[in-house]
């Protein structure tokens, strides 16, 4: 039995939390450059609960980049949503599929007599065997948590007062100066910024 892979496409949601996630497409039911069809009907099922993520299928154990959970959606493609490790190469890789610079995947199967394939892992590349697939979204994980911070210290800084309110009425003054304003009540900030700009 060879390891065989193919490449296909990386498809990068929002990252939920550090140190950031990914939804990939490892295969689907179309023809690829070396004039195969991988059909999802043919997977050995069950898939594994997981599988790990490499860069340019590396045997190494200190190349791998992350870890997913693979399933088959209702279009028939193999897919995997998983988490980037949090060592340096993972999130290297994971900067490189948020900028948009590393767009492709390849799964990696073993090949059975009987006519299926059995998933046992993935990985980044450089080359897809797919030409037209893409990466159709990317996000930086904490992309929302840096604005609000930005928008907080920018605020604090110009003198806006930090408060809690409602419909323009102070309901409790935040004091900066004991710490009270770390925390869930930056969001009054935003929240008063909002305020003063319908205003």
């Known amino acids: 039995m060879n390891l065989s892979k193919k490449r296909v496409s ?10 950031g996630e990914f939804d990939v497409i490892l295969s689907n039911d179309t023809l690829d450059r070396d004039g195969e069809v991988l059909l999802s009907t043919r997977w050995k099922q069950p898939l594994p609960e997981s599988i790990q993520f490499n860069v340019d299928h590396s045997d190494h154990v200190g190349d791998i980049v992350g870890s997913g ?3 088959i959606d209702d279009a028939g493609n193999l897919r995997v949503r998983g988490k980037f490790a949090s060592s340096e190469l993972g999130q290297h890789i994971r900067g490189l599929v948020n900028e948009r610079h590393l767009r492709w995947v390849s799964v990696e199967f073993l090949r059975h007599k009987d006519g299926t394939h059995e998933l046992v892992g993935g990985a980044f590349v450089k080359i897809p065997s797919h030409p037209t697939a893409r990466v ?4 930086a994980a904490n992309g929302d948590a840096a604005l609000i911070q930005a928008v907080h210290d920018a605020a604090y800084w110009l003198g806006a007062a930090c408060a809690v309110m409602d419909d323009g009425v102070v309901v409790e003054d935040i004091d900066l100066a004991d710490g009270a304003a770390d925390g869930a009540n930056k969001a009054a900030v935003l929240r008063l910024l909002r305020l003063k700009l319908r205003s």
């Open 10 to 19: 990386a498809v990068v949601g929002p990252s939920l939390s550090d140190p």
């Open 69 to 71: 959970a693979p399933f």
């Open 136 to 139: 159709l979204a990317s996000k």
